[in-house]
């Protein structure tokens, strides 16, 4: 059942000072904390870094509320015991794991479960004890928050919604988030979450100890990726009425507790202050690429950024996928193969991610930890390579992935490694990847690129099958050289050995021209991948063959 969320009013900008009231007046305007408030209000501040912090990263906001949130019972441990979360990584919570792991997107619970009880850890570094590291989780819920608020203790969260939207009560007022959306909830922070949509789903980056900042720009300039006014923030909203048997939920050390009060926690009737929620609408990224040849890497794409103590190092980065032009020349455009050392956490919100054809889906997840291999899927990298030299720019439409990248190592909770989600045939999707190797590959882009007087040949029409290697049918062909209908040239005789992976999208082509009685064979066999007659080529058809494996025998 769909109920509209009507979209609150906002204030923007990113690490701003800002200031609401809902109640005119409601806030003090000449000093934090006077004697007596305006309206009768209490003062109360949350800090979100140490008083001490320099004043370029401090953060910390006013709150002008009803009742000051100490107001409240004492805390006790919430029962029964939330199972899936995790806020300290170490051999008694998780383990490690060199392993590339895929999940598919989890179903949506039957029984009713909220934000709170649809949250569970997948993987994580450090300790919200320590103040250093991260956890990544992921929420399935059905059922909106009720007679409760959430606050955590451990760490900033920064939510990815996929599925439904979260309509979201803060202190410092409501945010609607969209999948297509992002929300940065503080610590600290007390939050209640209604699902409007019903089923929801999505991923939380919770870092310890940092906030997240917008990268610097570098060389880009002044412009580009997030921009600061794109970042919307809530504007004061407050409900007074008494609320008996009201719940806190407070995650603390990755444990929940609870302490009742009797009233609702967003009872502020104004703030200011520069440490808020927040939310940014991803498709408002501006992204920058390569113009001209190569994969730029990723860092390219980042919205935010939590800092590590080591400058360049990120404890966690929240890096976009999102649509663009592919426009660079002479290169193969999906992520390269590679290793790194930082590690890589992949969600999808919606569409294909470019370096995996299959088996990535929209609410799933991915994890490549530090060093460990991975890039496209066999399928990506034979269809990149058949689109060959000439390839046009492409629009990258209708797709929205995303990466929280970390210097910190994971560790990988129970739950995601026995979870009937995972994808135990992940590997499966690179296995196929076969050597395309030739010691006599001579021309510079790896392609034998055979100008306009070349033909096929032979006593067959030139084709033979004479045996399958690995399955794969091997073709024999007789090339040679003729000039404008005379005899072949008998120096440059050259005979081939292609290997052909029958429909599948060829890894390297033979252009060559020939006659429409040759092409005939060729289209018979089954083994054209693409058949071009250029306008400016009027003479013969083009033909491209897959030249994977090509052995030439002289
Ligand atoms: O592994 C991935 O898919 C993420 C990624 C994308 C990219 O364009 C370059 C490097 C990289 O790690
Ligand atoms: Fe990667």
Same mark, same amino acid.
Request: aromatic share 12%.
């Given at each position: 059942?769909?109920?509209?969320?009507?979209?609150?009013?906002?204030?923007?900008?990113?690490?701003?000072?800002?200031?609401?009231?809902?109640?005119?007046?409601?806030?003090?305007?000449?000093?934090?904390?006077?004697?007596?408030? $305006?309206?009768?209000?209490?003062?109360?501040?949350?800090?979100?870094?140490?008083?001490?912090?320099?004043?370029?990263?401090?953060?910390? %906001?006013?709150?002008?509320?009803?009742?000051? +949130?100490?107001?409240?019972?004492?805390?006790?441990?919430?029962?029964?015991?939330?199972?899936?979360?995790?806020?300290?990584?170490?051999?008694? *919570?998780?383990?490690?794991? $060199? *392993?590339?792991?895929?999940?598919?997107?989890?179903?949506?619970?039957?029984?009713?479960?909220?934000?709170?009880?649809?949250?569970?850890?997948?993987?994580?570094?450090? %300790?919200?004890?320590?103040?250093?590291?991260?956890?990544?989780?992921?929420?399935?819920?059905?059922?909106?928050?009720?007679?409760?608020?959430?606050?955590?203790?451990?760490?900033?969260?920064?939510?990815?919604?996929?599925?439904?939207? =979260?309509?979201?009560?803060?202190?410092?007022?409501?945010?609607?988030?969209?999948?297509?959306?992002?929300?940065?909830?503080?610590?600290?922070?007390?939050? %209640?979450?209604?699902?409007?949509?019903?089923?929801?789903?999505?991923?939380?980056?919770?870092?310890?100890?940092?906030?997240?900042?917008?990268?610097?720009?570098?060389?880009?300039?002044?412009?580009?990726?997030?921009?600061?006014?794109?970042?919307?923030?809530?504007?004061?909203?407050?409900?007074?009425?008494?609320?008996?048997?009201?719940?806190?939920?407070?995650?603390?050390?990755?444990?929940?507790?609870?302490?009742?009060?009797?009233?609702?926690?967003?009872?502020?009737?104004?703030?200011?202050?520069?440490?808020?929620?927040?939310?940014?609408?991803?498709?408002?990224?501006?992204?920058?690429?390569?113009?001209?040849?190569?994969?730029?890497?990723?860092?390219?794409?980042?919205?935010?950024?939590?800092?590590?103590?080591?400058?360049? !190092?990120?404890?966690?980065?929240?890096?976009?996928?999102?649509?663009?032009?592919?426009?660079?020349?002479?290169?193969?455009?999906?992520?390269?193969?590679?290793?790194?050392?930082?590690?890589?956490?992949?969600?999808?919100?919606?569409?294909?991610?470019?370096?995996?054809?299959?088996?990535?889906?929209?609410?799933?997840?991915?994890?490549?930890?530090?060093?460990? $291999?991975?890039?496209?899927?066999?399928? *990506?990298?034979?269809?990149?390579?058949?689109?060959?030299?000439?390839? #046009?720019?492409?629009?990258?439409?209708?797709?929205?992935?995303?990466?929280?990248?970390?210097?910190?190592?994971?560790? !990988?909770?129970?739950?995601?490694?026995? +979870? $009937?989600?995972?994808?135990?045939?992940?590997?499966?999707?690179?296995?196929?990847?076969?050597?395309?190797? %030739?010691?006599?590959?001579?021309?510079?882009?790896?392609? =034998?690129?055979?100008?306009?007087?070349?033909?096929?040949?032979?006593?067959?029409?030139?084709? #033979?099958?004479?045996?399958?290697?690995?399955?794969?049918? !091997?073709?024999?062909?007789?090339?040679?050289?003729?000039?404008?209908?005379?005899?072949?040239?008998?120096? *440059?005789?050259?005979?081939?050995? =292609?290997?052909?992976?029958?429909?599948?999208?060829?890894?390297?082509?033979?252009?060559?021209?020939?006659?429409?009685?040759?092409?005939?064979?060729?289209?018979?066999?089954?083994?054209?991948?693409?058949? !071009?007659?250029?306008?400016?080529?009027?003479?013969?058809?083009?033909?491209?063959?897959?030249?994977?494996?090509?052995?030439?025998?002289?």
């Amino acid at each position: 059942m769909e109920k509209p969320a009507a979209e609150p009013e906002y204030l923007s900008g990113f690490g701003n000072h800002f200031s609401s009231e809902a109640v005119k007046g409601a806030l003090p305007l000449d000093q934090n904390s006077p004697l007596a408030c $305006p309206c009768g209000l209490y003062a109360e501040q949350i800090s979100g870094t140490s008083f001490t912090t320099p004043r370029k990263f401090n953060q910390r %906001s006013w709150l002008y509320r009803i009742k000051p +949130s100490v107001t409240h019972e004492p805390f006790h441990p919430r029962l029964p015991r939330h199972e899936r979360l995790v806020s300290e990584f170490n051999e008694s *919570t998780s383990s490690a794991t $060199p *392993t590339q792991l895929r999940w598919k997107p989890v179903d949506i619970p039957e029984s009713p479960t909220d934000f709170i009880d649809g949250l569970y850890t997948i993987c994580g570094a450090g %300790s919200s004890f320590t103040r250093h590291g991260y956890a990544i989780h992921m929420y399935a819920a059905n059922k909106s928050m009720s007679g409760c608020a959430f606050c955590n203790a451990d760490g900033d969260f920064l939510a990815v919604p996929q599925k439904g939207r =979260l309509s979201i009560t803060t202190e410092c007022g409501k945010l609607v988030v969209s999948p297509g959306e992002i929300v940065i909830l503080p610590q600290g922070f007390r939050f %209640s979450i209604d699902l409007p949509d019903g089923p929801s789903r999505g991923y939380v980056a919770e870092i310890f100890g940092e906030h997240f900042h917008l990268p610097d720009l570098g060389p880009i300039g002044a412009n580009g990726l997030a921009a600061a006014r794109d970042f919307l923030v809530p504007t004061a909203w407050f409900e007074q009425a008494s609320h008996p048997g009201y719940t806190i939920v407070q995650k603390f050390g990755g444990e929940l507790f609870t302490a009742k009060q009797d009233f609702s926690p967003f009872n502020v009737v104004a703030w200011h202050g520069n440490y808020v929620p927040c939310k940014y609408d991803l498709s408002k990224f501006c992204p920058f690429n390569t113009v001209l040849i190569d994969h730029g890497d990723p860092s390219i794409n980042t919205v935010l950024t939590a800092p590590s103590n080591k400058p360049g !190092v990120a404890l966690l980065d929240f890096v976009l996928f999102s649509p663009r032009w592919l426009v660079a020349e002479h290169t193969f455009r999906p992520p390269y193969y590679h290793r790194n050392c930082m590690s890589e956490f992949m969600g999808l919100i919606y569409g294909i991610y470019e370096a995996k054809a299959d088996g990535f889906l929209p609410g799933g997840a991915s994890l490549h930890s530090c060093m460990t $291999p991975h890039g496209p899927d066999t399928k *990506t990298y034979e269809a990149s390579i058949a689109v060959g030299e000439n390839s #046009e720019p492409v629009r990258l439409r209708g797709t929205m992935a995303f990466m929280f990248e970390s210097n910190l190592i994971p560790r !990988v909770c129970p739950w995601a490694l026995d +979870s $009937p989600y995972l994808d135990a045939n992940y590997y499966q999707c690179w296995i196929g990847l076969r050597s395309h190797f %030739s010691s006599n590959n001579r021309s510079e882009n790896g392609s =034998l690129d055979v100008p306009g007087t070349t033909q096929v040949l032979s006593e067959e029409q030139g084709i #033979e099958c004479t045996h399958t290697w690995r399955h794969v049918p !091997v073709i024999r062909i007789r090339i040679r050289d003729f000039h404008h209908g005379r005899p072949p040239h008998a120096r *440059t005789r050259a005979e081939l050995v =292609l290997r052909c992976l029958g429909r599948a999208p060829p890894n390297r082509y033979f252009l060559c021209h020939l006659s429409d009685e040759t092409l005939k064979q060729f289209v018979s066999l089954d083994i054209i991948q693409k058949v !071009v007659r250029p306008g400016n080529t009027p003479m013969m058809p083009r033909l491209y063959l897959p030249l994977g494996g090509t052995k030439i025998i002289t």
